[in-house]
């Protein structure tokens, strides 16, 4: 960040970084080495991490990029995914090692061992073949965070048919979309979920999703989770716990071909049409094992591992699901919310199970930090070794909090980049071998080539700013957007020749560490001045009195895009911004602030404080909107946001007071 700030006379300081603790590097799955074992031959590289899964067929080949950009990876091999996730462990004698700690919302709890989950999951397996769907067929899944919402995906690897997650919290109108761009023949379902202490409907979603089209769908399999009373279409219909009565344990994984589709997921593209990501079998599994083994150093017999995504998202894919049951981990997963029905529920579920490896995202942090660490503080949290960070760049303030607070100064944190598209972790420091940098994600992980490229397709230098793009095919990439390959080579591969353009903002630090600064549609320009929202917003939410910042460039005629800021105010803070002289007063602070920290030209035209920021469900900010707002647009499309009254409550907040 540039420090020169008129009466700004400290002299620029390099980041603080924090080596691995000594412990940790002795005993670490990472080894410094693995970097020079990629660099000498990455392909050869790959190659010998397949030895992480069990393979009926091992693969002889490596590579096949000839259909560039739709690659193939160990396309000889023959393997089937879930069999990887569950019976290999049952077959080296750790059957009764617990894979799941179920906790659900109301405190009440249910644990799978390996042997159970496989014993579950072939039911499954059997229930679907029994209901007429074979290798090849898709299935939607559209459940709670239960253990039923695992067994369905693994089910549907056993028998070979790709399945497609569809968030539970998506409109009956989202779901109808993604089942018929995939062609679903079946779907898997609740009657209903809980959310903050609440049962909501569930199956009524998919009645009405199915009742406006979706005509692939030949039955609805139905979970019993909250009791309530369901609208039943008989012969279409068919309740899980009648059909798991009467089916076998006994289900022989269909082997498939490494490239045989695993799953299909829907990801949020620039035009309105979710685009259908494809992922495959034996290229995904690898790396999603290589990465959650390496990143997050798991030790299979001792830890207690816990990410809090949700299986409707990619991270739930790679992080609950496929890379850490292929890696056989011990781990949590938790049905509700973090605030139900208190506000330390998190934590508290850290200390019930012991939990030693905790991976969530930025804005589930900067909201703990809202509520204040008195909260966590009642906790005992002392279990953690390892924390993680996904889904937007951490600012150092939050990074800062969750290394102390959370981590009780001991635990490493590594803030990982990836994308629905690339399937699992590219950009990630390795604990026990990375000194960690609060707010970078630093380096390519050992086999990954990335690059941050000029405008005109050159690599930036220290010091620079442009966009990252991933120089050479990874085993777990997309092969493709499900039905739309022109979208495909479009969307990722014309921006620069023949490499993946991956859509966000980088800048490379003095020391070669990569900066995520955004999406490259959130980067403004102002007065020919490249901006970073990410970098506003994390000089905002370093002041004291800022518990969440949000910003956007707003047209304007004179600077082309101005920068305009909306903040929420820590609980804390009313006695002092009161004593500053009010709301408008403390615009101004903020204002000066962010000037202070970053330079004149970034300080926002605007700072408007407001009590609810615009998320996605999957807790992005919503930027799209908030430029509406500052442009004093109506407001658009509101349909993906977590909670659509939001925007009122802003918009009625910002209103000129009579
Ligand atoms: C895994 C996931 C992908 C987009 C990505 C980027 C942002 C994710 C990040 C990060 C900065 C990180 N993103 N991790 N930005 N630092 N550690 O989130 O997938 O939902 O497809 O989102 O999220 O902008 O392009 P997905």
Wanted: net charge negative.
């Amino acid at each position: 960040m540039p420090h020169d700030v008129p009466g700004d006379d400290a002299a620029p300081t390099a980041p603080q970084t924090f080596p691995p603790p000594a412990d940790l590097s002795q005993n670490a799955n990472a080894r410094a080495t693995l970097y020079d074992e990629a660099a000498r031959d990455r392909l050869a590289f790959w190659k010998s991490r397949t030895a992480l899964l069990s393979w009926d067929t091992p693969p002889t080949q490596t590579l096949d990029f000839s259909d560039a950009p739709v690659a193939r990876w160990f396309a000889d091999g023959r393997l089937n995914a879930c069999h990887n996730a569950v019976d290999r462990h049952i077959d080296s004698g750790h059957g009764d090692q617990v894979a799941l700690l179920a906790e659900y919302e109301d405190g009440s709890d249910a644990q799978y061992t390996y042997a159970q989950v496989r014993d579950e999951v072939s039911r499954m397996a059997n229930v679907l073949t029994d209901l007429g769907v074979a290798t090849g067929d898709r299935v939607a899944i559209y459940l709670p965070m239960i253990p039923e919402a695992v067994f369905a995906m693994l089910a549907c690897a056993r028998i070979g048919a790709p399945h497609s997650v569809v968030f539970g919290g998506f409109s009956a109108d989202a779901l109808r979309s993604r089942i018929e761009d995939a062609g679903a023949k079946a779907v898997i379902t609740a009657d209903g979920q809980f959310r903050r202490g609440k049962a909501l409907g569930l199956k009524a979603a998919v009645d009405e999703a199915l009742a406006s089209g979706a005509d692939s769908v030949e039955h609805v399999l139905v979970v019993r989770r909250t009791g309530a009373d369901v609208a039943w279409t008989a012969g279409r219909d068919v309740w899980w716990h009648e059909a798991r009565e009467g089916a076998s344990t006994e289900h022989e994984p269909v082997m498939v071909d490494a490239e045989h589709p695993l799953f299909i997921l829907y990801t949020s593209g620039t035009t309105g049409k979710p685009k259908g990501i494809v992922h495959t079998t034996g290229g995904y599994l690898v790396q999603a094992a290589y990465t959650h083994r390496n990143v997050f150093d798991l030790k299979p017999a001792t830890d207690v591992y816990w990410c809090t995504a949700d299986v409707g998202w990619i991270t739930g894919h790679s992080y609950v699901v496929y890379g850490p049951m292929v890696n056989r981990a011990t781990q949590v997963i938790y049905e509700g919310t973090p605030h139900t029905p208190h506000q330390g529920r998190w934590w508290e579920i850290i200390q019930k199970y012991g939990v030693t490896i905790f991976y969530s995202s930025p804005t589930a942090i900067r909201t703990a930090m809202k509520w204040g660490e008195e909260i966590p503080a009642r906790f005992d949290l002392t279990s953690l070794r390892l924390l993680g960070s996904v889904g937007e760049s951490i600012n150092p303030e939050a990074w800062h909090w969750y290394r102390r607070v959370i981590g009780g100064d001991r635990c490493p944190i590594v803030d990982t980049w990836w994308q629905t598209e690339t399937g699992a972790i590219m950009i990630s420091p390795l604990p026990g071998v990375t000194a960690t940098k609060p707010g970078s994600a630093q380096v390519p992980l050992p086999g990954i080539s990335a690059e941050v490229l000029s405008d005109a397709g050159e690599p930036v230098a220290d010091g620079e700013a442009g966009y990252l793009v991933l120089t050479e095919p990874w085993p777990s990439m997309l092969r493709g957007i499900w039905g739309d390959e022109q979208r495909f080579r479009d969307t990722y591969w014309s921006r620069f020749e023949g490499r993946y353009f991956a859509g966000d903002g980088a800048r490379k630090d003095e020391d070669g560490d990569i900066w995520l600064l955004g999406r490259v549609d959130d980067v403004m320009n102002v007065s020919g001045h490249r901006l970073s929202t990410t970098e506003i917003e994390s000089a905002l939410v370093g002041h004291e009195w800022v518990a969440e910042a949000a910003v956007v460039g707003a047209s304007d005629e004179t600077t082309g895009q101005a920068v305009v800021a909306f903040v929420i105010l820590r609980e804390g803070a009313a006695a002092d911004v009161e004593a500053a002289g009010g709301e408008a007063a403390a615009s101004e602070a903020l204002r000066q602030h962010v000037g202070r920290e970053i330079g004149p030209i970034a300080k926002p035209k605007k700072v408007l404080i407001v009590t609810e920021l615009p998320k996605t469900r999957s807790g992005k900010i919503m930027r799209r909107l908030l430029r509406d707002v500052a442009e004093n647009r109506e407001v658009g499309d509101t349909q993906t946001l977590a909670d659509s009254s939001v925007m009122d409550l802003i918009q009625k907040g910002l209103a000129p007071k009579s």
